[in-house]
């Protein structure tokens, strides 16, 4: 299966900025995704990443705020932009790949930023 | 869409046999999955079952799947403490909007 490196692994931030979080896969696919895991949470998906076009956002997620880029078929970011405290999570970036008809989701470790 | 339901938190002694349900609303999946995350790392797939599919057994792992019931549970036989992790059930939707649960916290007691 794929392997994945995000990072940073974790970050503190300032309240109004904005940090890019940076995935890195060691092959190429097509398919990679943005989920985000708050506090105790479960993941919730934020986008899909599109290579060549604009991300595929969820319900919830626009653009303005997490801005996505997918440049190729290794590599991908997430921004999180003007943050606040509830942004405070783990951001987890995936590629799905196919595995004897199954859709199977490969994580990386994940980013875990805390907002003061 | 899919409404997923687990137990937060179990606790079992090692050695003990573990069993972590999940209930579910929407049977549109084709393959369902378990995954597991340890403390400080992203979700690592343990197994999956296809839906027409009822039992998998994949070493200490057994997953058995009741779709009347649409209950999905996984068996860890012999649990030790570095299976002590969030277990997390999931839909794939025919591949689209892949699913989580919420998680099962397992902890191992010496």
């Known amino acids: 299966s794929a392997v994945i490196s995000q990072k940073p692994s974790r970050d503190i931030c300032q309240r109004g900025t904005s940090l890019t979080i940076q995935c890195q896969v060691d092959?190429?696919?097509?398919?990679m995704f943005w989920y985000r895991q708050q506090p105790g949470q479960s993941l919730t998906l934020i986008a899909t990443?599109?290579?060549?076009?604009?991300?595929?956002?969820e319900s919830g997620f626009v653009i303005d705020k997490f801005p996505i880029s997918r440049p190729n078929l290794t590599f991908s970011t997430l921004t999180v932009s003007n943050m606040s405290p509830e942004d405070s999570s783990i951001y987890l970036c995936?590629?799905?790949?196919?595995?004897?008809?199954?859709?199977?989701?490969?994580f990386g470790a994940g980013s875990r930023l805390t907002v003061l | 869409g899919e409404d997923v339901e687990q137990s937060l938190f179990l606790s079992v002694r090692e050695g003990d046999s573990s069993v972590i349900n999940c209930t579910y609303t929407?049977?549109?999946?084709?393959?369902l999955y378990w995954y597991k995350q340890e403390p400080g790392a992203g979700l690592q797939l343990l197994t999956y079952?296809?839906?027409?599919?009822d039992m998998k057994q994949d070493q200490r792992l057994t997953v058995l799947l009741n779709k009347k019931d649409k209950h999905l549970s996984l068996r860890i036989a012999d649990t030790q403490t570095g299976d002590s992790a969030i277990y997390f059930c999931?839909?794939?939707?025919?591949?689209?909007?892949?699913?989580f649960g919420p998680g099962t916290r397992l902890s191992v007691l010496p």
């Open positions: 995936s590629v799905g790949q196919g595995a004897d008809g199954a859709n199977v989701l490969t």
């Open positions: 990443a599109n290579q060549g076009s604009e991300a595929t956002y």
């Open positions: 079952i296809f839906s027409n599919m």
């Open positions: 999931g839909f794939d939707n025919y591949g689209q909007n892949f699913v």
């Open positions: 092959s190429q696919v097509t398919m």
């Open positions: 929407d049977s549109s999946s084709t393959y």
